[in-house]
């Protein structure tokens, strides 16, 4: 089982703040099969990491 509850991930670019993920939970049982899916930039890749 993978589990992630809140998760939240900021960027610094310069003086702005760049939320990535803001409270992100996502709970993916055994033998389940996900596709995270998303505009480019909307932390897929980030949420991985």
């Known amino acids: 089982m993978i589990h992630l ?3 939240t991930r900021i960027y ?3 003086k702005t ?8 939970s996502l709970e993916i049982g055994r033998g389940e099969f996900v596709a ?5 930039g909307s ?6 990491n």
């Open 17 to 24: 703040a760049v939320h990535a993920l803001a409270g992100v």
């Open 36 to 40: 995270i899916m998303g505009q480019s």
């Open 5 to 7: 509850q809140d998760v």
């Open 12 to 14: 610094a670019s310069g």
């Open 43 to 48: 932390g897929k890749s980030t949420l991985m």
